[in-house]
């Protein structure tokens, strides 16, 4: 279940990603059965994670500070399965998404225009892809650093581990203390690989299906010959044989723009959850960061975590309400493209008349935007993400309030 190999960094980046987690395609039934094991492992990577993050959170529940560092891990880790769930259910959708994409998209034949839309669309999509990498990483080395700076100089029995596990055991003594540390690290990585590797395939799956509709309309726009050629033509025989040839190019134009749509619709059927869970949590996540930088009790290597985190998911949310408003703006330019066709150009007969009328079609078809939306309730644009900022420092600002009621009565 693949197709040819594309050469593009962030599709590279992001398929090796997507792999680790265990969602992509396969060659042959030895790949199939490592990424059913590797996807078993995210599974079991995300279930522990919120397993020991509840734990925690229940018996830090008298201390507010606290409280809200381990809800913020415990809502990042239950925003990963949310997603790891509602893709493992329209899985096959999925990777018939990604295969669709690397057939008609990546691997056809372009030309010289065509290739330079290509070119900007792969620099768009290597930008987000390197800037949600980093910051990921970031957040991932911040978890682990600090309990590193934290154990220098320590005894056995004062040494932390990256998340406390409230056990019985000795965990703070040789060897448990570094098997226990192991296995954080692993669940750690794979939990932060799954945050934000759903997100940049879809946001390179909307730039990519946007720079399809930009070539669209550049095909449209050269339907017909300029002026320039038409002067170069002698009678009307070369105009109308031209004109048969422009409404077989129209016809595939209207077959692309079919495509388009049913690709755009099998999308939103896939991620349109995905987006939902997004847009209702990142609000509570930002806002809880922001605490955590600019008004929690924490030392520079737990602010630095926080630092990462509010970065990448500003990142992260900017790069998906970018990548839908692209979808929504480009289609909707298909029918100015149509429009700016040349169809005055064409003569009056029978195809031409013809072509006239499906050139209409196509700007009536194109009023009804493309778009991905949040289960149906609202198409997913910039807006939203001014939406979901100013809701997030409406959040920021009660909690200060309550921050601020909680010092006064632990000084009473």
Not at 106 to 124: F, G, Q
Request: glycine fraction near 4%.
């Amino acid at each position: 279940m693949s197709a040819k190999t594309y050469t593009d960094v962030s599709i590279r980046l992001s398929a090796f990603f997507m792999r680790f987690v265990g969602l992509w395609t396969w060659k042959n039934d030895k790949e199939q059965r490592w990424r059913n094991v590797t996807l078993g492992y995210t599974i079991w990577s995300v279930c522990l994670g919120i397993f020991i993050e509840i734990r925690d959170l229940y018996y830090s529940r008298h201390d507010f500070s606290a409280f809200l560092y381990i809800t913020c891990n415990v809502l990042s880790t239950i925003m990963v399965l949310i997603k790891l769930l509602i893709i493992l259910i329209h899985r096959m959708e999925f990777l018939e998404l990604i295969l669709f994409m690397e057939k008609h998209f990546w691997n056809a034949e372009y030309d010289y225009h065509e290739k330079n839309i290509l070119a900007s669309v792969r620099r768009t999509c290597i930008s987000f892809t390197i800037v949600v990498t980093l910051t990921g990483h970031g957040a991932i080395m911040g978890y682990l650093i600090t309990p590193i700076i934290h154990n220098m100089g320590k005894n056995e029995s004062d040494r932390i581990l990256p998340f406390n596990m409230w056990l019985n055991w000795p965990l703070a003594i040789s060897p448990y203390f570094e098997l226990m540390f192991f296995v954080q690290v692993i669940t750690l990585y794979s939990v932060g690989i799954s945050y934000f590797c759903f997100d940049n395939i879809l946001c390179i799956i909307n730039v990519h299906t946007s720079g399809q509709f930009r070539i669209l309309q550049y095909r449209l726009t050269k339907l017909y010959q300029t002026d320039a050629e038409t002067k170069d033509q002698n009678g009307n025989t070369c105009l109308k044989k031209r004109v048969n040839k422009s409404y077989e190019i129209l016809k595939n134009c209207v077959r692309q723009h079919q495509s388009l749509i049913d690709y755009c619709m099998r999308l939103e059927n896939v991620f349109t959850l995905v987006i939902l869970a997004q847009v209702l949590i990142f609000s509570v996540l930002i806002c809880l960061f922001g605490y955590q930088i600019f008004l929690a009790q924490a030392n520079t290597a737990r602010r630095s975590i926080f630092i990462f985190l509010i970065t990448g998911s500003m990142s992260l949310l900017l790069m998906f309400t970018y990548s839908c408003h692209g979808l929504i703006e480009q289609s909707d330019k298909v029918g100015v493209a149509a429009y700016s066709a040349p169809w005055t150009l064409m003569p009056m007969n029978k195809v031409g008349r013809m072509l006239r009328n499906d050139l209409m079609m196509v700007i009536v078809r194109s009023k009804r935007v493309c778009c991905v939306t949040a289960n149906g309730f609202f198409p997913i644009s910039l807006d939203t993400y001014s939406t979901i900022i100013s809701t997030a420092m409406s959040y920021f600002t009660l909690l200060r309030q309550r921050s601020e009621e909680v010092d006064e009565t632990s000084q009473q």
